[in-house]
């Protein structure tokens, strides 16, 4: 057996075939440093396709050997340049093949890479560049250099441009030439590359728990904090990560996330680490190179799935009446079938301490609705799946709860969602569903050599298994601390290294986490109720006439909700039910001649709400939505009302419509 696999305690509670599974994989022990993967891996994979942007112009195409030799050379150039070890460099670029021969070129020649996406705000990025101590940069291009040395903005406090500060050296990732009267160095990719081909790389001697990265991260609130991650963290993500997914050489891989972001880039480590062939794509290009690259693995979020999920109920609203009802109740009974097939296999979350003779019954019932569920892939479920490819082995989601809809709905169709969970300053992945555990609405069970600890938020007081609160997590993964913010490190990690994640939640008895909210966004009501906002704008989100949801209602009598309508859905609805004219008659404007204000409008979505609250398991009257608004502005990234994940920016959307919520509850 490998080294890097897990103890035995946890091979024993897996099947021979995924330990025989695990002990193929390429083991990475013995290496000290990220970056001594890709020469090794250079030499097992060679011509294998490593990296693939389809819509580059021209398009990208990059061997493992090439790819070790273009990240050697990198890093050649930067030493040439005077690039020590310990020398922060800001790395602000967005994904592509070339953002990931910069990141691993700058810990090759002994920097630490600070990123950001080069879309984030001038003043975030400058105070990154600030805050790290960067003395030199790599860029997406010059437009990204240009809005840094905008001086007619006044940004952050002593550093309202990039010539304030003492960054020394500038490289782009184009190919474009930079101006000759540039104050500060500037070289473009290819000039930096050619120099480090002239130029003898000298290799870098570092201990494992030397910095790595920086990796800030504002969220959802707050001012940005430098997460320190060290290459011990980054390290045990690659030699853990097997015992989740075991890829075969040449599997392709679709990369939409932020290549900077923890979740995607940990990841990519280990997928690449392990032979894969990773494709670029984007959110317009998304479905097209789904069918087209027919990946085997994807990393994404649950804003994704939602959309996916999205669109192939727009498909089935689009068939005829009869065919509708085929398709729903086809549905239905498979929805019933996974269920017993759940309780069946001891993998129902809502049915933890099952007798043998309730496993028995759901496994007659699984057999007994078997057929219709059968007739269901034929008729419906594979032609799904073509739309993804029809080769997914599994996807990895994460960076937020997965609605248990959605997580049934792939179920039933057979695309494999292995639920994780993380944070940034957890390098990230601390848990994730197993392909032989994948209990729906669990975010699994912890990676090898991490702990779990549920407390009580008031007396921090240990709680026993179900019993829900503070989640504390252990082990190689958590951060060294925030860059120069000791304070706010130690209120993150104890003296015991137990990092605060912020999250409530409970474990299963087989140690499965559940999350059920975050503390800090819990509402609490003025009767003292708190409620979870997330369980309950994930059941609302089933209605198809509701596209984004977020919950309002601090010290407020009840919940309220800011609602934007999938106006798709509801202009169909509308020229069914309304007698509008048809919408080739109309604008191309979707909410054209429907006035979101209307009382039959109103009475739709209340009926929504109520019927997809009430129905949601575990339903309290204080779960109740009483006052909404319909807001006609989506939330999303450019309107920085959602983070760079799809994540929804509370505090953001808050600040934007706090006149809309105070008349809400005047």
Known sequence: MSKNQPTSSFLSNITQRERQALERLVDYTNVELLPEIWPL???????????????????VTITYTQLAQQIKEFAAGLQALGVTVGDRISLIADNSPRWFIADQGIMTAGGVDAVRSSQAEREELLFIIANSGSTALVVENLKTLEKLQDSQVVATPGASCLDDLPVQLVILLSDEAPAIEETIKVLNFSQL?????????????????????????????????GVMLSYNNLMHQVTTFGTVVQPQVGDIVLSILPSWHSYERTVEYYLLSQGCTQVYTNLRSFKGDLKEFKPHYMIAVPRLWESIYEGVQKQFREQPANKQRLINFLLSISEKYIKARRIAQGLSLDNLHTSSVERLTAKILTSALSLVHALGEKLVYAKVREATGARIKQVISGGGALPRHIDNFFEIIGVQILQGYGLTETSPVTHVRRPWRNMIGTSGQPLPVTETKIIDPETKAPLPV???????????QIMQGY????????????????????????????????????????????????????PIEDACLRSPYIDQIMLVGQDQRSIGALIVPNLEALEKWAHQNLQLRPPEETSSDPSAGIDLESKIIQDLFRRELN????????????????????IHEPFSIENGMMTQTLKTRRHVVTERYCGIIDDMFA
């Open 466 to 476: 179900g019993k829900r609160g503070l989640v504390l997590l252990k082990g190689p």
């Open 611 to 630: 019927r997809e609250v009430q129905n949601r398991p575990g339903y309290r009257p204080d779960d109740r939505i009483g006052p909404f608004r319909l």
């Open 193 to 225: 590359i050619e120099i480090g081909r002239n130029h003898t790389f000298v290799p870098v001697k570092q201990k494992r728990d030397a910095l790595a990265t920086l990796i800030y991260t504002s969220g959802t609130t707050g001012k940005p904090k």
């Open 483 to 534: 860059y120069q913010n000791p304070e706010a490190t130690a209120k993150a990690i104890d003296a015991e290294g137990w990092f605060d994640s912020g999250d409530l939640g409970w474990v299963t008895p087989q140690n499965d986490l559940v999350l059920t909210g975050r503390a800090k966004d819990t509402i609490v009501l003025s009767n003292g109720e708190n409620i979870e906002p997330q």
């Open 41 to 59: 891996a250079a030499k097992r994979f060679g011509d294998t396709v490593v990296l693939h942007n389809p819509h580059a112009k021209p398009e």
